[in-house]
């Protein structure tokens, strides 16, 4: 393995998860070789200084790893603000990065996959992005990490000449993808991953990952998945940025290592008929939710009455 990608995390002003994230994070059998920068954004509000705080006197502490650089941000960047200029950064300096958020636990061989998966495709350009996170579908037939054409960001990696075709410009998208190029962005029409992009045009929302999906998507790029996900987001409890807290896409974190990566650069078509299968459940789950829940005050309406 040739030297190790730097890990880098952002956090703001959750003490609780950047622990568990932390903790997880030092259990790595490759975190005491790996370099750790932390990003840690200023408090928004005067609420946050605080927390925000405390959160610092934290990491400030912590060791684990051949080394630790804490970048305290003197101004409120925002959440995608922050992880666009700080991955840059760290990204032009080292070739590659690995990259968390404040709310993601990581299986004891996350690193492992990652640097794996970052060495045996960095002269391959055509693969883009590597996910530590999968859906929670069935994967028999799927090996140990398939390629497909979304991304998830919930634990992932890249390298610089292919972060360099980043760009957050929902204009851009707007005035020159067709319909059909959206329904593919949005698999089908089973997840509505273009409703982001209208909703960051319209000021409704600030976020960075629709983009970056975005811009792989328009290079026609692979995204690496495992199998089985070696990450758990924790933060589906209405905590966080842009979080709610209900999370139908909880999956239980493998602990082996995952030595088998795919030969053939190409989309897994198992796969990714599955994860279109899981959105269109999640659609007809929430649906059937919301129709017993309309009988039920319908019914009560007509008994009051």
Known sequence: MSELAPIVLFVYNRLSHTQQTIEALQKNELASESELFIYSDAAKTA????????????INKIDGFKKITIIERDKNLGLAAS????VTEIINQYGKVIVLEDDLVTSPYFLTFMNNALDSYKDEPKVMHVSGWNYPIDTQDLGDAFFWYTMNCWGWATWDDRWRYFKKDPDYLVKTWSKKKIKAFNLGGNYKFWRQVLDNKSGKISTWAVFWYASIFEQKGLCLNPSHSLVVNIGHDGSGDNCGGYDPFI???????IYHMPIVLEESKIATHRIKRFYWLLKVNIFSKLSRRIKIILSKNIKDH
Do not use: M, N
Not at 251 to 257: E, L, T, V, Y
């Open 83 to 86: 992880i666009i200029s700080g």
């Open 251 to 257: 999956a239980k974190i493998i602990s082996k290592k």
């Open 47 to 58: 609420q946050d200084i605080e927390p925000v705080e405390t959160v610092r006197s934290y």
